[in-house]
């Protein structure tokens, strides 16, 4: 009997994967596929392939365990409500306390890498929402998504256009993850049947500086791109003067002094391990993405 498996905030940029990587795969039938989100219209493209959507509002619990009911295993994507100390934490228990009322056979959940030492301002909430999923007694997957490619955007458009990447993050190293990657992973966890409880740490293939990053953004668009490194207190007078709202200023510059003390800086085969195919490499990728880098 084909189990029932879900995934929340799927109308988001991880969940649209996901979901494009259970069908692709031909493993699971779209009717065994459930997908939430707080406004079920964004999904209408999936609902229309034979996805069941399903409103879940994760400050809502009622509506949690309504849309959870009856699914066997459920991957509750982290969600990015950062603006209100302590909101995200709440709502990602509401989903574990959810998944356990509705008999959920197996937990999935996307955390991040090494939250039990991490600098990053939310680490606490991944940590003590591993720790919830782990009281519930149900088996577990654990994902510890690594530091996304795509987040590259944020900082190198702007970078390009000036020729220089100001950064603290020192020679820190870290393995940059493409979010497809990241995705596929996830789809191949829903769909393995297993019933062991594990934790995963999802990287790409190789660490690299801010140095060696700049070079290959560099080869892949043909313009120059110094790196300037300054402190984590200019970093953040920067972001201020760039007109970045308050709340994100520690996150963003945290993600800088997180590398630089090693926080994230490993590399797994965790990957491959789930999907059974090599990350993508970020060369590739940048290749792949360099007119959106030069816009």
Do not use: C
């Amino acid at each position: 009997m084909s189990e029932t498996l879900l995934v929340t905030g799927a109308a988001g940029q991880l969940g649209r994967l996901v979901l494009d990587a259970l069908l692709a795969s031909g493993k699971t039938k779209p009717a065994d596929i459930i997908a939430t989100s707080r406004d079920t219209s964004k999904l209408a493209d999936y609902a229309a392939k034979g996805v069941i959507t399903r409103a879940a509002d994760f400050d809502d619990p009622a509506s949690l365990e309504k849309a959870f009911a009856g699914a066997d295993r459920i991957l509750i994507i982290s969600t990015d409500a950062l603006d209100q100390p302590g909101k995200r934490l709440r709502q990602h228990l509401n989903a574990v306390a959810a998944a356990r009322k509705a008999g959920a056979k197996h937990i999935l959940y996307t955390s991040m890498p090494s939250p039990e030492t991490s600098v990053i301002p939310f680490a606490p909430d991944h940590l003590e929402t591993e720790n919830a999923i782990k009281a519930t007694g149900i088996p577990y997957t654990i994902l510890r998504n690594g530091w996304y490619m795509e987040n590259l955007f944020m900082a190198l458009p702007h970078a390009l256009h000036t020729g220089q990447w100001f950064s603290s993050s020192g020679q820190g190293r870290l393995a940059h993850l493409a979010r497809s990657d990241a995705a596929a992973a996830a789809a191949a966890a829903l769909q393995s049947g297993s019933t062991e409880s594990r934790t995963y740490t999802l990287t790409g293939a190789e660490l690299r500086s801010t140095e060696e990053i700049a070079t290959l953004v560099a080869e892949a668009t043909g313009k120059k791109l110094d790196v300037v490194h300054i402190s984590d207190e200019a970093l953040a007078g920067g972001l201020e003067g760039a007109g970045l709202p308050e709340f994100l200023i520690p996150i963003v510059v945290s993600f800088d002094s997180n590398t630089r003390d090693g926080h994230i800086g490993m590399v797994t085969a965790h990957v491959t391990a789930l999907t059974g195919k090599t990350p993508v490499g970020l060369p590739a990728f940048l290749e792949a993405n360099k007119a959106a880098l030069i816009q």
